[in-house]
C-alpha cells in the first residue's frame, strides 16, 4: 500500500509572490490587536487580578443564572461562574474589590498591609457565598477555596511578563547564533506577531486572561519557532548550494521543500485542538482557543514573515558565502551549485 501524500514531490507554489499582501494583513492585525489590548483591556484572571476562586459540586445539574442572582444579591460583582468537567460541577471566580489592571498594581507597587487586608477581605467574601450557596442547595459539596492577594498577583503578572519576553529574547540569540543575525531579526518579529496576535484575540473575546494562558502563549512561542527553525535550516543548506539563484526562487523552493512537514504537524494539532474546543471541558477552553489560534498564526508566520523578512533585510543568495584573507568572497562555480 502506497503511503499518503498530502504535498507531492513536485510541489513548486510561489509563495512570496504574495508577500506584500501578506505583510499588509500582519501589519493591520498588529495594529487592530494593540488597538483592542489599550481600549479593551485584557479580561484579567484571579492569578493576576487578585480574588478567591471555589469549586461546588451539586446533587444535579448546577443552576448556573440561580447562582449568579444569588451572588448579586450579596453585592458581589463580576463574578464568573463555569461549569468544569461536568454539569453539576462549577467554578465560581470572584475579584478583590476594586482589583485593577495588574499592570497598574505592578507600576504602584503592593504594602504588605494590603496585602493582608485583601486576604481578609477575600475570606469573609468566600464565607459570605458558601452560607448563602449552602442556604439554597444543601447537598452542595465545597472544595477548596483558593485566595489570591493583591500583592501576590502582582507577583505573578511580573514573573509571568519577565517569562514570555526572556523566552522571546532568548530564541532570538540562540538563532542569531546558529544562523546569522538576519535570521534572529525574523524569527523574533514572527515571534512578536504571533504573542500580539494572541493577546489581541483575548482582548476582542474577553475571555479570562490567566496563567493557563501564559502557558499557552509559551507554548505557542515553542511551537513557532520550532517550524520557523526547520525552514530556516532548509534556507541555511540551500543557501549553500544555489549561490547563483535568485532569492525569491530560493526561499520559495526552502518552505516548499518543508511544507509537507508543516502540513502534517499543522493539520495534526489542528484536528486534535479543533475537538477540544467543541468537546472539550470549559475549564479549558480559553487554553485551547489559544492553542488555535497559535498554531494557525504560527505556521503563517513561519512562511509569510520569517521567509519575507530576509529579503527585506536585503539578503542575497551568495550572502553568507566565506571569505578569503583579503575579504573578496570565494569564487562561485559555473552552475552554482556546491556539493
Known sequence: MRPLKL??????????????????????????????????GLNWGVDFSGGQMMRVSFAQTADVPALRERLQGLGVENATIQQTGSAKEVAIRIPLEGSSNPFLQWL???SAAASEKDVGAANKVASAVRTSIQQDFPDAKFGAVESVSGKVSTELFRTGSIALSLAMVGIALYIWLSFEWQFGVGALFALFH????TFGFFALTQLEFDLNIVAAVLTIIGYSLNDTIVTYDRMRENFRKWRKMEIQALLNQSVNETLSR????????????GILLFLGPDVIFGFTAAMFLGIVVGTFSSV???????IWLNVKSDSFVPKDENGKKSALPAEGFID
Open 7 to 40: 504535498v507531492p514531490d513536485n510541489t513548486n507554489i510561489d509563495f512570496l509572490r504574495w508577500r506584500w499582501v501578506a505583510l499588509a494583513l500582519s501589519v493591520g492585525l498588529i495594529i487592530a490587536s494593540v488597538a483592542l489590548v489599550s481600549v479593551r
Open 108 to 110: 504602584q507597587g503592593t
Open 194 to 197: 504571533d504573542v500580539i496576535l
Open 262 to 273: 508543516t502540513i502534517v504537524t499543522s493539520l495534526s494539532l489542528i484536528i486534535t485542538l
Open 304 to 310: 509569510y514573515i520569517a521567509a519575507p523578512i530576509l
